[in-house]
């Protein structure tokens, strides 16, 4: 069979078993590293399209409604506090394995942006637990931070 054979059953497919070694480096690109760098030094920065009326947070570099470039005058930073919008309580890792201890995630809009972070939430239960939650950012200690979106150890009710 030819690689230009066609198949009429898949049981005619070949099967090889292997591995291929792949690496690859991610970029989290102009407006992703300038947020990044924030988280290290404590502060949210967003990227506001005044056209569509929406400020976004991670920040972007291009507005994704209406294309438009937002430029040195979209940048701004937020407020710590938000609102919980949504939230689930977790309880496998993410192979699928049980958690010694269910942890809570949510999703927190800022004061002051429109989009979202997922993020982990400490503090909230199955009685505080409700949409509309005021709830703060909470950063690690700045030695430890690193420019990642964990430098935010978890949001918890304000
Ligand atoms: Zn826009």
Redesign the pocket.
Known sequence: MSILHSLEHPVEAGVWRGSIPLEHRYTAGVAGERFLRGLKEGKVYATR?A??N?TYVPARLY??????HLGEEAWLEVGLEGELLSFTQVHLDPSGHPLATPRWVGLVRLRGASGVLMHNLEGVTQENARVGLAVKAVFRPAKERSGSINDIRHFAPV
């Open positions: 399209c056209r569509c929406y507005c994704e409604r209406c294309l438009s």
